[in-house]
């Protein structure tokens, strides 16, 4: 198994934030409101998002609970494994009807072929 670099930790970081944030936006709320609920600054909030500091895990369990989300999902938002990338594109198909579904899956499939192939 090989460890995680410290570029490879930002680039989390960096990812976490960005679901963060946009959990955040999604429930209309500001890192004000955010920091004041689960009982932090907003300096910090501004940290999470910003992915200059990654939340411990009871502040994410925080979080995901007051975003009314499992927490997988803002801990998946920040992983490059393509299993997580591929749960988190299949979460994003449970809004669309079976046709839209059985469209995105083709269009996937055949983007994938001609990005693998270099065509």
Do not use: H, Y
């Not at 960096?14 to 004041?36: H, S």
């Not at 300096?43 to 992915?51: A, D, K, L, P, Q």
């Amino acid at each position: 198994m090989e460890m995680v670099t410290a570029r490879q930790e930002n680039q989390f970081a960096k990812r976490i934030g960005t679901a963060l944030a946009k959990q955040r936006l999604n429930k209309g709320l500001t890192q004000e409101q955010v920091a004041e609920l689960i009982g932090v600054e907003q300096e910090t909030i501004s940290r999470f998002e910003r992915g200059a500091t990654i939340p411990p895990l009871l502040r994410l369990i925080d979080l995901a609970e007051l975003f009314k989300v499992p927490l997988d999902t803002l801990v998946r938002a920040g992983s490059s494994r393509p299993l997580d990338q591929a749960i988190d594109i299949a979460s994003s198909l449970n809004s669309l009807n079976e046709e839209d579904r059985e469209w995105v899956r083709n269009w996937t499939v055949d983007m994938c072929k001609k990005l693998s192939s270099g065509t």
